[in-house]
């Protein structure tokens, strides 16, 4: 069974950085084709692309967040980490988690298959 | 970068209606294209990746087809669970962005 679960602060301030943990089982980020990703989406808007890290370490950011936004994978623990510098109230809502599933040749492509329930996340002072 | 739009942003429907949701990329994106289902207060859910590849245990009224920059959702029957947002998503270079989604709500 695979899960992903998201966990970090439900608050910070203004120009704080915000870290968060996202914890998963049932599937291994060593894994050919495989990634962990990060997806927004505040209240009542759509989903934004934040981040993914591949099975490899190899990265991809968002080009309008590159300069604030940081992905890491633990090497011996089943765990992603988004870091997101000067956090500013635009910056609230749902942070997801999900695993990438590559496909196609090479896994050049991918589909985000399975999700944590996501951490809502207010930015104010 | 590579923008997605979807239309219509909404629209109402009845059970057992036929539904098409159109998406369109900026680019050719070929078919990589996926769609997700999303309903209130939980996160979104597969339902077709490479523009018709039906996602395991996903109802076959779901169907998906287009390639380039033209795509479509298409549900046959509309069933009760079905009231949602839809979101389309490229994933032709893995930015991964979405589209702005559409939102099917009843008639």
């Known amino acids: 069974q695979i899960t992903l679960k998201e966990s970090g602060p439900t608050l910070v301030k203004p120009t704080q950085t915000l870290a968060l943990t996202c914890t998963f089982s049932?599937?291994?980020?060593?894994?050919?084709?495989?990634?962990v990703g990060w997806i927004r989406q505040p209240p009542g808007k759509a989903l934004e692309w934040l981040a993914l890290v591949f099975w490899d370490d190899d990265k991809r950011y968002s080009p309008s967040l590159r300069s604030r936004v940081t992905i890491t994978k633990a090497t011996y623990t089943n765990e992603v980490v988004l870091e997101m510098t000067d956090m500013d109230p635009v910056d609230t809502g749902t942070y997801y988690c999900?695993?990438?599933?590559?496909?196609?040749?090479?896994?050049?492509?991918?589909?985000?298959?399975?999700w944590g329930q996501g951490a809502l996340v207010t930015v104010s002072s | 970068d590579i923008q997605m739009t979807q239309s219509p942003s909404s629209l109402s429907a009845s059970v057992g209606d036929r539904l098409t949701i159109t998406c369109r990329a900026s680019?050719?994106?070929?078919?990589?294209l996926n769609w997700y289902q999303q309903k209130p207060g939980r996160a979104p859910n597969l339902l077709i990746y490479?523009?018709?590849n039906l996602q395991s245990g996903v109802p076959s009224r779901f169907s998906g087809s287009g390639s380039g920059t033209h795509f479509t959702l298409t549900i046959s029957s509309l069933q009760p669970e079905d009231f949602a947002i839809y979101f389309c998503?490229?994933?032709?270079?893995?930015?991964?962005?979405f589209g702005p989604g559409t939102k099917v709500d009843v008639k």
């Open positions: 999900a695993r990438r599933q590559g496909w196609g040749y090479d896994f050049w492509s991918g589909y985000y298959d399975y």
């Open positions: 490479g523009a018709s």
């Open positions: 049932g599937f291994s980020l060593t894994t050919r084709g495989v990634g």
């Open positions: 680019r050719n994106i070929y078919n990589f």
């Open positions: 998503q490229q994933s032709y270079n893995d930015i991964g962005n």
